[in-house]
């Protein structure tokens, strides 16, 4: 039993925390702004750790079911992180930008972030790094079909046919990802395989039951649920007037999903994996674009009134100057710290637009 709880000890502690800032809430919202914006930088650092198992527990399925049902298990379990947080938030906040705006946070991190720190990191240590060309152009070309459908041409819409357009949406972001599964699954599940030499230091499979981490898994998702449901209200009242960058909380959401997939892809660039990074990366980002919108869009519907999907100017700039970099970067089957290094400087240049408040 001891044994177990230390092994959960990222869950136990967010459980304790969680039932602190309950029992706590309204003393700690009544202390002021700065005790508010303390308290939910707090309870996004236990949603993290707790994201950390759940992850965890994914890779233990994913080493069960191997590739490329692996990959896929791995990018849904981080997609159900964010839009549980996502869903949950839009409760609390009224900015109806939070959904785009973690959206394309979470493309940037996950394609910029991510795969550019891992090819810098991998390249200093290997050099160029093989993976399957296949992968990265099937990637790119479907999620930029599916930011341009769902978040270039929603500026374009007129107002009075937005209902309309969100179940076009909805439908086509559901048949894209139906068709991708499928495709990944069976005809070109080799587009998303490499066959890497055996070397027992480069890959040490997670230890664990499929069962008892599939219960645990979802026990976490639930507990990310709860986290995320105390801390909205705390992160509303710390910004609340406070003058920071409006995409601050959308950048939260992305962060605590991608945190896990940081780790996991960087320790797969090291050990000269750089098809898993591909995967995460790149699966993620389509992932969050296409399970995403069809929930967002769904609430929406119900609620009668639109979300704002259209990207800004410079958000829409940024997605196609990534999305061509990243094309151009993987179309030889290898990747490299200098490729990894133009990735970076445009993360850099999000950050900056991000502080910038565009």
């Known amino acids: 039993m001891m044994a177990a709880i230390r092994q959960e000890r990222f869950l136990v502690a967010g459980l304790i925390l969680a039932l602190i800032a309950l029992s706590l809430e309204y003393s700690l919202l009544a202390a002021g702004q700065t005790v508010a914006m303390i308290t939910a930088a707090v309870l996004i650092g236990g949603i993290i750790l707790v994201s950390l198992r759940v992850a965890h527990h994914a890779e233990v399925l994913a080493e069960k079911v191997g590739e490329p049902y692996g990959t896929m298990i791995l990018t849904l379990s981080a997609v159900l992180v964010e839009v549980v947080i996502l869903a949950i938030m839009l409760q609390h906040n009224a900015s109806p930008t939070l959904a785009r705006d973690t959206i394309y946070s979470a493309v940037m991190l996950d394609i910029n972030g991510i795969l550019g720190l891992a090819a810098i990191l991998g390249g200093f240590r290997h050099g160029e790094q093989p993976y399957n060309v296949d992968s990265g152009n099937t990637y790119i070309v479907m999620i930029l079909t599916a930011m341009g459908v769902s978040m270039i041409v929603p500026e374009f ?182 490729e990894g290094a133009t990735h970076i400087v445009l993360f850099a240049a999000f950050i900056m637009l991000a502080a910038l408040g565009l």
């Open 157 to 338: 819409i007129p107002q009075a046919s937005w209902h309309v357009y969100s179940i076009f949406s909805i439908g086509s972001m559901a048949l894209l990802y139906m068709l991708f599964l499928r495709l990944q699954t069976h005809q070109h599940s080799y587009f998303f395989s490499y066959a890497y030499e055996d070397n027992p230091n480069h890959h040490k499979p997670q230890t664990g039951h499929a069962r008892q981490s599939a219960i645990t898994l979802v026990a976490g998702l639930v507990l990310i649920g709860f986290l995320a449901e105390i801390m909205s209200k705390f992160l509303s009242t710390g910004l609340e007037g406070s003058g920071l960058p409006p995409i601050i909380p959308a950048l939260a959401v992305a962060t605590i999903s991608a945190s896990p997939e940081i780790l996991t892809a960087l320790r797969a660039a090291l050990n000269n994996r750089m098809q898993s990074v591909v995967n995460i990366a790149l699966g993620a980002s389509l992932s969050t674009v296409i399970l995403t919108v069809p929930v967002i869009e769904t609430l929406a519907l119900i609620q009668g009134h639109p979300f704002q999907m259209a990207m800004t100017p410079p958000q829409t700039v940024m997605t196609v100057l990534t999305l061509l970099v990243a094309g151009i970067n993987l179309r030889d089957g290898e990747t490299n710290a200098i």
